[in-house]
């Protein structure tokens, strides 16, 4: 029994151990990555585009809507949404190597001018100019055009972009279906085919969208910065760092989705003012 006792609290004492270790991760990424500006940025993002549904035909930008937008991209809660999604992946101690990358100089740098590219590429000016730079950029500079384009492929971008969006659609539709005004017509087989119907043009727009951001971001980079950047993509560590990255965002924006969609229901019938 004694035995038996010194290895459950051997145990317990590994497992405390492993999650304190996580948390101390998860600080630095926020850190390092800069989160709290980037679910700032989020907020400005979501609140625009819930304001922009406005049509005759569903609700307006009334001073209570953009209030629930706020409060549902209120930063606090995209944060806890992110923490959640990250811990679901394994092994996120083994993005140790890449993490380090973004806590250089170099690395911080990139975080700022992602932030930055993204914030321009919020109107339709900063898009028109961005498409421009990638035009001009194929016949000015094929190679490293073809550095953004194997920087993409290297991460990703794409692939997770149109899945994450995909599901974002779908909790949007399941939240609308909470309201037995719409449960009929929602049905899951009836959403799972209106979202997968999006696909094509989700697509479409991710691989545009992915090339005029990395245009206007990496622009800032000499070549050899920017293989760095792909350099330590490639690493397992970085291909890891990507997945729990990416796991953090899917599980705030659907979750930020359902209730988008739960508020959009409400606010069509009149059920909130």
């Given amino acids: 029994m004694r035995l038996l006792a010194a290895s459950f609290t051997a145990l317990m004492i590994s497992a405390s151990a492993v999650a304190a270790q996580s948390a101390s991760l998860v600080d630095r990424y926020f850190t390092a990555l800069d989160m709290e500006t980037v679910f700032k940025v989020l907020q400005d993002e979501g609140v625009a585009a819930g304001r922009d549904m406005s049509s005759p035909d569903s609700v307006s930008p009334s001073p209570a809507w953009t209030a629930r937008l706020e409060a549902i991209y209120d930063p606090e809660k995209a944060k806890l949404a992110f923490i959640d999604g990250m811990k679901a992946v394994k092994g996120i101690e083994e993005t140790e190597e890449a993490l380090a990358f973004f806590e250089t100089d170099l690395g911080a740098r990139i975080v700022q001018i992602e932030i930055e590219a993204r914030e321009a590429l919020n109107s339709e000016a900063g898009e028109a100019e961005a498409a421009a730079k990638v035009d001009a950029l194929r016949k000015d500079d094929p190679a490293l055009y073809l550095m953004?384009?194997?920087?993409?492929?290297?991460?990703?971008?794409?692939?997770?972009?149109?899945?994450?969006?995909?599901?974002?659609?779908?909790?949007?539709?399941?939240?609308?279906?909470?309201?037995?005004?719409?449960?009929?017509?929602?049905?899951?087989?009836?959403?799972?085919?209106?979202?997968?119907?999006?696909?094509?043009?989700?697509?479409?727009?991710?691989?545009?969208?992915?090339?005029?951001?990395?245009?206007?971001?990496?622009?800032?980079?000499?070549?050899?910065?920017?293989?760095?950047?792909?350099?330590?993509?490639?690493?397992?560590?970085?291909?890891?760092?990507?997945?729990?990255?990416?796991?953090?965002?899917?599980?705030?924006?659907?979750?930020?989705?359902?209730?988008?969609?739960?508020?959009?229901?409400?606010?069509?019938?009149?059920?909130?003012?």
Wanted: aromatic fraction near 12%.
């Fill in 148 to 273: 953004y384009q194997h920087f993409i492929e290297v991460n990703g971008l794409v692939e997770s972009n149109v899945a994450g969006a995909l599901n974002s659609n779908l909790a949007f539709y399941r939240g609308m279906a909470t309201n037995e005004s719409y449960a009929e017509g929602l049905s899951e087989s009836f959403m799972l085919s209106a979202v997968w119907e999006q696909e094509p043009e989700i697509r479409e727009e991710m691989e545009e969208w992915t090339i005029n951001f990395s245009t206007v971001a990496y622009s800032a980079l000499t070549k050899a910065e920017l293989q760095s950047y792909i350099d330590i993509s490639e690493t397992e560590a970085g291909q890891r760092l990507n997945a729990v990255l990416f796991a953090g965002f899917d599980k705030m924006f659907e979750q930020q989705s359902y209730e988008l969609g739960r508020a959009t229901a409400q606010f069509m019938i009149g059920e909130d003012t």
